[in-house]
């Protein structure tokens, strides 16, 4: 099993990606609380990309909606525990089966009538802004005055209900993003991996090949909407606070698509690489305007505009691919 | 509630939706010459609001007055970004064309909010509370006139279409490319124009919807979105379409505003969304499937 996933990556691959992987272990013993949050960040956004990426890096439908998982996720999540005192990860198992209905719900609307490209994405905002209105509503999670987890002061750190220190947050988001890189390694490599990419590429000749193009297609959503959920769950624990206009707006949409974009489409690395990469400058630049005494609301986000703007028109297969030639590295199943 | 109350609402509501038709037409036209999706659409229109508050508080010009020029500005805006960049683009998958348009929006949004910071801006006409008397109905002078220059506009365009030369090279870019080349029809320019087209109808809708509501950087998203929901809802590339799929929006809002709760509206126009999607995805209007 293990030697079937690292099968074909050439040796110099390995050795980096064993060397990122210790150095994010070792990093909390090092870093400060805020450089602690930054990773948190990134971390975070690696794992969502890794997840948003299943459905337009391998399948090749574009989620615009992907707010709408993180939001039930984190919703279902917390609302247990706030009126039932359920943990985390029971609760997770509540969250992941939600988000996926709501996956499998777009998925069934728009596949079956053949809803694709632009309007499927179209599509995924509607309902990720009818969340949003809705909760907005909701009684049972406060409405539009947000839900909010207990915050106490914890001396030891409990796993078991996601309360305690950031460094526990930290080795629970590395956990899930190593975890997401695997499987997503493991899926690609598998039989679904393949008929994704053939979608992909040309859906027409999918289908006259014989492939259940509906049917992989839910696939693709189920398990990129259930994957997402979880980093709903981890967000309403680490923030203990949850708004619908924040959690669900399009933004929080857009913030978590930038990443793979930026990072490469469809490649393994690309989502951790443009995680590091965006999040990185953001933060750097939200410090630099700090430290320079200016507060500019909307300077973080016109950053990621022209970011965007530039990888689009310089590199439209993202920085990974172009990276990794550079650097010698080539990924087997770009 | 006595009968003509919901009577008075739902005339707002369809004046309204008029404006939203030909916000909606624009993208419609866009789409259905150049086929790239204006995701920049509502947040285009958010410039031109800007544009109308500013000259409004400077010079107390009147919105409606500066109708003409803000798309002429517009006009030119759309122009340009086609030429300079879109049509770069146009050969390029369909994800990278919509991406780089959501790139536009996002920069014009926080671009406006670093400008004008986040508050709601608005103007105050001399009618912005009057009204007309028709009957049982009163009808808020502001919406009326909004509703009629959106019919105007809407006929100017429809004309230019129909009748010009221009409107039917335009119109033969959109049925057939290639052919459209092989006559020797500047196909590159003639789409930066209709960018342009589109471009001005947002912005002129934008100067209507200044009389009616309130702007902040932050509703450009939201018109956008409402825009597809109504291209979608009329049928893509039918221009009555957009126009009929406004009215039906802006009336559906109107009525959950005031049956339901007015912050809840707009799930209704997604709910309307999905039930176009399901039982006549190509549209109210439109001929094939989408």
Redesign the interface.
């Known amino acids: 099993m293990i030697a079937g996933l690292i099968e074909g990556l050439p040796r110099r691959a390995l050795i980096l990606l064993g060397v990122l992987l210790v150095a994010l272990i070792v990093a909390p013993l090092v870093a400060g609380d805020y450089l602690l949050t930054v990773l948190i960040l990134i971390l975070y956004f690696a794992y969502i990309g890794q997840a948003w990426n299943i459905m337009?890096g391998f399948a090749g439908q574009?989620s615009?909606g992907h707010a709408l998982y993180v939001g039930l996720g984190a919703y279902t999540a917390a609302a247990l525990y706030v009126n039932f005192g359920i943990g985390p990860w029971l609760g997770l198992m509540v969250a992941v089966p939600v988000a996926a209905l709501a996956g499998a719900f777009i998925g069934f609307?728009?596949f079956r009538?053949?809803?694709a490209?632009?309007?499927f994405?179209?599509?995924t905002?509607?309902?990720a802004?009818?969340a949003r209105?809705?909760f907005?509503?909701l009684a049972w999670t406060s409405g539009s005055s947000g839900l909010f987890l207990p915050v106490r002061q914890y001396a030891h750190n409990d796993l078991w209900l996601l309360r305690g220190h950031p460094a526990m947050f930290y080795y629970v988001i590395l956990a899930a993003s190593v975890l997401a890189l695997i499987g997503c390694r493991a899926l690609l490599q598998s039989r679904v991996g393949y008929f994704w990419l053939a979608i992909r590429e040309d859906e027409e000749a999918a289908r006259s090949a014989g492939i259940d193009t509906f049917h992989y297609k839910m696939v693709a959503v189920v398990i990129s909407a259930g994957m997402t959920s979880f980093a709903g769950v981890f967000y309403a624990f680490f923030y203990n606070n949850l708004f619908p206009e924040q959690v669900f707006h399009?933004?929080r949409s857009?913030e978590i698509i930038l990443g793979p974009?930026v990072g490469g489409i469809g490649t393994l690395f690309g989502p951790i690489l443009g995680a590091f990469l965006l999040t990185g400058l953001a933060e750097m630049l939200t410090s630099t305007l700090a430290a320079l005494g200016v507060d500019?609301?909307?300077?973080k986000?016109?950053f990621?505009?022209?970011c965007?703007?530039l990888v689009?028109?310089a590199l439209?297969d993202g920085v990974w691919p172009w990276l990794s030639k550079r650097i010698g590295l080539t990924e087997r199943n770009k | 509630m006595p009968f003509d109350i919901y009577l008075n609402v739902a005339v707002g509501g369809v004046l309204t939706g008029l404006v939203y038709g030909l916000m909606a037409l624009g993208l419609s036209v866009i789409f259905g010459v150049v086929r790239v999706v204006n995701f920049a659409h509502g947040e285009m229109m958010t410039i031109a609001m800007y544009i109308a508050v500013t000259l409004f508080a400077a010079f107390h010009l009147d919105p409606l007055l500066m109708l003409v020029p803000i798309a002429a500005v517009l006009f030119a805006f759309g122009y340009v970004l086609q030429k300079a960049v879109i049509n770069r683009f146009i050969t390029r998958p369909e994800y990278s064309q919509f991406l780089l348009l959501v790139a536009m929006a996002i920069i014009i949004v926080n671009g406006l909010l670093i400008v004008f910071g986040p508050d709601a801006h608005n103007v105050q006409t001399t009618y912005a509370y009057d009204s007309f008397q028709i009957g049982p109905l009163i009808v808020d002078a502001t919406k009326a006139y909004a509703g009629l220059a959106a019919i105007v506009v809407a006929a100017a365009l429809f004309g230019f279409f129909q009748y010009t030369r221009l409107g039917t090279a335009i119109r033969a870019c959109a049925d057939n490319y290639t052919g459209a080349l092989v006559v020797g029809l500047d196909v590159k320019h003639l789409y930066a124009l209709t960018f342009g087209l589109g471009a001005a109808c947002v912005g002129a809708a934008g100067c209507m919807l200044l009389l009616i509501f309130d702007v902040t950087p932050a509703v450009g998203p939201g018109y956008t979105l409402l825009a597809f929901i109504i291209v979608i809802t009329g049928g893509l590339g039918s221009m009555p379409g957009a126009l009929l799929g406004g009215v039906l929006i802006g009336l559906t809002e109107a009525m959950a505003g005031l049956l339901f709760t007015p912050s809840a509206k707009s799930m209704f126009a997604f709910a309307i969304l999905v039930l176009v999607l399901l039982f006549r995805p190509q549209g109210i209007m439109g001929k094939r499937a989408a």
């Open positions: 337009m574009l615009l609307l728009a009538f053949r809803v490209g632009v309007y994405a179209i599509l905002i509607a309902v802004e009818f209105v809705g907005d509503h399009v933004l857009i974009i500019l609301p909307g300077a986000q016109v990621y505009g022209i965007l703007l689009i028109t439209p």
